[in-house]
């Protein structure tokens, strides 16, 4: 138990570079948005310091020096803003992107430090430095330790700055006092504001990535029902609706298709001879053949086990036959080399037409198998079609 929660833990303080990285992200624009409001802020208490009357002793040196603070303010907001604006359109974070949002907070916090200790010129308040603290640990998305870092930094500056400025021990005392309460809250806040963002995007990580296996699982069991395992064809499932579909769009414009079913001849004695492994990578060399003789337009199934079905799309019986006698011609003369074997095989083909007035896929299937149950009675190795006669076939 104790160790589980010692690895929660130190993933939350050192998550993987992917986080780390988004995390960067996050802090250029929201530094970017910073700098535009932080910016107009500036030049508005600059004007309104220099209109203010000099005045005079500690109030004509406190207005001077408010001035010079706030304009190094602006400039280095200036500097800051251009870089977060130019950064903020990258995809990736890099090494300028840790250096501009570390640089932004440390900025923020030691140039509030020094105001705060100026302002002790005319007024005990360092509300300047509270008010830093608070934002940095609310905007910026830091480390725990670098955050520790960069306000016990800041705090330095504050504790010296009022050293030099403020006289009075009690304020003295009570300010630096306050000063480190703020730096603690500060602190506290931005570890609370990580440890809170890296667990949201640990378990968005988490979500993404169990999406993304159910997808992969879904699309796996997708294409294990729609497709013949071995040769890696589609199923019979899936191509009785893609002809059930053809027939709908034949029946809708008119145009013609052919159904070949192919069956390889005496494949038991491929088997029996050599092997079943030798004939199922024979099933699979034949199915790739197949492919390469069609269109890719054509489609091609395994619907049994030395059975093909092939859809002929936009092909009429006659050019139907043409292909078909090429599928056979091709078997007949290929050599198939099967872990050294050399085998020659044949195949039987039997064809039918589709036109506008085919009904049903189970119509044109029973005049294909009929056809090919002829070529196989006629001697095999050859191509039979019901061209001009499907409706006086007997069935």
Known sequence: MISLYADRFKHILNPDKEITDEITLININRAFLLSIISI?????????????SPGSGN????????????????????????????LKSKDKANSLMLIVQYGFAMVILFLSAAISSIDQL???SINPYLIACMAVG??????????????????????????????????????????????????????MAWR????????????????????DKNRSLQYLASTDPLTGLINRRIFDEKISFEISRIKRYGSKSSLLIVDIDNFKDVNDNFGHPVGDALLVEFALMLKELLRE???????????????????????????????????????????????????????????????????????????LYISKAKGKNRVDDSIGQMRTLPI
């Open 40 to 52: 107009i802020m500036r030049i508005f208490t600059i004007a309104t310091f220099v209109r203010k």
């Open 59 to 86: 109030e004509s040196l406190w207005r001077t020096w408010i001035i010079i603070s706030h304009g190094v303010f602006l400039v280095f907001l200036l500097i800051l803003g251009g870089l977060t604006c130019k």
């Open 122 to 124: 005319v007024t005990y």
């Open 138 to 191: 609310a905007i910026f998305l830091i480390k725990p330790l670098y955050s520790i870092l960069i306000y016990l930094s800041s705090y330095i500056v504050f504790y010296i700055g009022m050293g030099i400025v403020q006289s009075e021990p009690a304020i003295l005392l009570s300010n630096r006092v306050n000063g480190l309460t703020s730096v603690v809250l500060g602190i506290f806040f931005s570890s």
């Open 196 to 215: 809170s963002t890296i667990v949201n995007l640990q378990q968005k990580r988490r979500i993404d990535k169990q999406q993304k296996e159910l997808e």
């Open 297 to 371: 337009t054509d489609i091609v199934a395994r619907i049994g086990g030395e059975e093909f079905a092939i859809l002929l799309t936009g092909t009429d019986g006659e050019n139907g036959r043409i292909v078909a006698e090429k599928i056979r011609e091709t078997t007949e003369n290929k050599i198939f080399v099967i872990d050294g074997n050399e085998i020659n095989i044949t195949v039987s083909i039997g064809l039918a037409a589709l036109d506008s007035t085919t009904d049903s896929y189970a119509e044109v299937y029973k005049y294909a198998d009929k056809a």
